[in-house]
């Protein structure tokens, strides 16, 4: 165990370590300490469903044998991860729309070039791939390496949908990490490693997160598993939404209303005839469960009675998002 004070470093046995006097040499072990972290679980999570996704799209994409891996989830400072990028890395800087934050792409350069040679309708050679990665891509093969980075970011962006909708945009292509600086050197940070094995050739995805940028769902992340409260599956609410649009709906239309005692109604008899003390222009008005939805005039369309909706009777905008009307 080893304390710091003012004038330096002490041991356990409080004698003084070598250059302990030295501010520099303090600053430098401070700085080499290591990095605090507050642990995610959700976010292991969501690199395992990205694993799946990526190996479905991949293959898609391909047509070739894919496997996807998650090697590893480290925590670190951000000059710490930029001093080891993938070989010769390609870099993507992504734009996390909703939470106005970025976060890095990076891939090995002979990986990406093994990808763009067979969707240009090559076959992978190990010589040409190395030889490609060492040369600065040319515009087709920038184009092919931007939609490979956008298929990673969007599936990414579909593996965080139980946390939070998000688009991944992807802004930029770096090939020196100096230029993909997104944060302080010394911000805290979380890399996960992906192995990727395409064609009989391997390469790693590395995909890079301040902290700072996963700040807007750091609540949800931090949770021990999904709960409804993190939004819930697409799929069962675009169910849900095409249920109510298919729901029929029943109203009563109200020509004219008015209110008689008891003793009248029981005097009603065949062939009376009942007078309304309403004009003949009273508009008619659309019930459900004694609530008026709509009113509008009356009139005949293809020798039936019709109704033209003018005005929709709801007490408040809530209500008309909670019943559906709002585009009426």
Known sequence: MTKLFASGWTDDEGRMTKGSGSPRLVMERLANSGVTHERLPMLDIVFDRTVQMLTESFLHLTSQEVAVQLEDISYNRFQDFMKEPPEAPVIAIVRAVAWDQSFLLMIDGSLVFTLVEILLGGQPNPETRQRAAQRRPTSIELQLT?????LIAERLAE????????????????????????????????????????????GELQVLFPYSSLEPVKEHLSQMFVGDQFGGDRSWNRHFEDA???????????????????QEILAWKPGQTLTFETPAETEVRFMMEDLEFFR??????????????EEINLDTEEEEDRFGLGGL
Request: hydrophobic fraction near 45%; include cysteine; proline fraction near 2%.
């Open 159 to 202: 593996a965080f949908e139980q946390i939070a909708e998000v688009e991944f945009r992807v802004e930029r292509l770096e090939m020196n990490p100096q230029f993909a600086a997104i944060t302080r050197t010394t911000s805290a940070c979380v890399r996960s490693t992906f192995r990727l094995d395409i064609a009989r050739a391997r």
């Open 146 to 150: 931007t939609r490979i980075f956008k």
């Open 244 to 262: 109510l649009n298919k729901t029929e709906l029943s109203f009563d239309a109200v020509l004219h209303s008015q209110l008689a005692t008891l």
């Open 296 to 309: 509008g005039p009356m009139g005949r369309k293809g020798g039936k009675i019709a109704a033209q909706i």
